[in-house]
């Protein structure tokens, strides 16, 4: 994939919309060349105008960077399902948007460039191999709100029959457990997101709740310790749980979690490593040694995002495009 | 595939070789035209007899059905790991084989035709879509001494990093339940497969447990509709776990506990519907509509094993493989 973008010698944007802000980068051939974030308005009309603005203002800035280059193409990650077609998103609540709405048609018609709309967790997934140089099969694992991973498998985005590969958040954990809000009880999410910590451990004065809860256990606090470690085994059942399905070779740690760093990595390989050595058959697996963590900054998304819009234009050229990452499938629209 | 196979107009052996018996198929031009049981000799030496004096029996009605035709190739499922190379099977204990032995060279060498070696599941996963008709991506849910899936997804065979794909028996299921020869604690085959009944719902005289147990829950026996809605609980988290990690369409139940038929469908589609009816999320899912039954028989194995043969022998012979459901990957080994 590298080479592909190397070779391409294109600038690209990418910009990964949240709920609250856009992280928007710059790629010119494969690498990060400016970045920015912007304040993100909400519903369909607020969020064409968002992601117009980020691009422009991008854009704006090729001009010091490399004379008489344009944007050739822009990738965008959403949290929602994207569905056939322009670009379609539905189920976005975060940005408001909840009935199906063609952004990647509206933004196409907006900024005269092919655009690609793609599933935040499937850019990361893709940024993250890109960003990490790994060839593998891959699943990013976001412990964030919920827990949900982008799964890239032989080179291709996996998202299933009806979208939902990955939702490994939703796979029941505690059979006793509290009830979740997709009507469940007992949800992995329920046990292994950050909002788990936040509600286990309310953290002082605005300090994240991960990075408070895990300095607490470092600094020998028992309750903390505890916390801490009935994190990381809900965390270690969502690797075991996409190690005995999909069997990826590498599951990256990423999410408002992953900011932690190193000790939440520590953890979670700790957690892996107790299963291990209950059970030659894990330990044949080698669980702990596929877990690493996303690079910090959360870039991992919208280079992603870059990275899916250059495969997806240049899979509506022509017939070669059906040995890149991203192939011509149902769920990842480029629209002219 | 099913066109790749009418077109091929071929002979070809398949054969499923299990801990007692190998069952045997002679396919010509994609239809089972003969049939027949061997009893199994263990130990390599044993397996490479058995299978040589299998083809040759299949071989040897050929004649009188297809006058002229000749055995083209030979595909095997066996159940162990598949290693690459020529065809090298590891871990196959209940074969008697420990040590890795290059079953696909040394069959190919005793048969003097291509032979594809291929995982019993796997080959199951690939019969069952064509035995069935089905065309989207397919999990092939083995109910019998364990649990486990092979997966057919994209048209490939899905294996993994490691072989570990499909392997969802070894999720863990009850965090207080019994210790499993894995080593872990609860683990999901514990409740979900046929031994699990066995163990719960002791048959008398040669009745299987799985049939009687049904027919006892049929009638109205409180103990045995527990003991079945349990199982089937159990069965609805491996398809809840196939769905929320690899969202295959179709889930096809097979092994021993599927002799059963109809009231095993029935029961693991109503503890599906109960989980669709508590959760909107996995109601838009459409679990319970994704289960299906393996065809009585256990055909589909043979017949998967004769179809691997063939896109193994079409793989190794030119550059038209990548679009096959088996194309040149690891742990499939054709050797000629």
Not at 152 to 164: K, Q
Not at 200 to 229: C, Y
Request: aromatic share 2%; hydrophobic share 50%.
């Amino acid at each position: 994939m590298r080479g592909d973008v190397a070779s391409a010698r294109e600038v690209v944007v990418g910009l990964d919309i949240g709920g609250t802000k856009v992280h928007g980068v710059l790629l010119v051939d494969g690498a990060v060349v400016a970045e920015d974030r912007f304040a993100v308005r909400h519903g369909a009309d607020g969020v064409v105008a968002t992601a117009t603005l980020a691009v422009d203002a991008l854009a704006g800035r090729l001009a010091a960077l490399v004379p008489g280059a344009e944007v050739g193409a822009v990738g965008v990650g959403v949290p929602g399902l994207v569905l056939p077609g322009a670009g379609t998103v539905a189920h976005a609540v975060n940005l408001g948007i909840v009935e199906p709405e063609p952004l990647g048609a509206r933004l196409a018609g907006a900024l005269g460039v092919p655009v690609t709309v793609e599933n935040d967790l499937n850019v990361a997934a893709l940024g993250a191999a890109h960003v990490l140089g790994l060839e593998g099969d891959l699943a990013f694992l976001a412990l964030g709100t919920g827990v949900a991973a982008g799964l890239l498998l032989d080179g291709r985005l996996r998202r299933g029959h009806r979208g939902a590969a990955g939702e490994v958040g939703h796979v029941p954990y505690a059979a006793d457990g509290p009830r979740c809000a997709c009507g469940q009880v007992g949800c992995l999410e329920l046990y292994a997101s950050g909002s788990a910590i936040d509600a286990a451990w309310p953290s002082p004065d605005g300090v994240p709740a991960p990075a408070h809860l895990f300095r607490a256990a470092a600094a020998g606090d028992v309750d903390a310790v505890r916390v801490r470690d009935r994190f990381a085994d809900a965390v270690a059942t969502a690797v075991q749980t996409l190690t005995l399905t999909v069997d990826v070779e590498h599951v990256v740690l990423g999410g408002g979690v992953s900011e932690v760093g190193e000790p939440l990595l520590v953890a979670v390989r700790r957690a892996l490593g107790r299963r291990e050595a209950a059970s030659s058959f894990l330990a044949t697996l080698g669980l702990a040694d596929r877990v690493r963590l996303a690079p910090p900054g959360a870039r991992v998304a919208p280079v992603g995002a870059a990275l899916a819009a250059l495969v997806g234009r240049d899979a509506g050229r022509g017939p070669g495009h059906a040995a890149g990452p991203l192939p011509a499938r149902p769920t990842t629209a480029t629209v002219a």
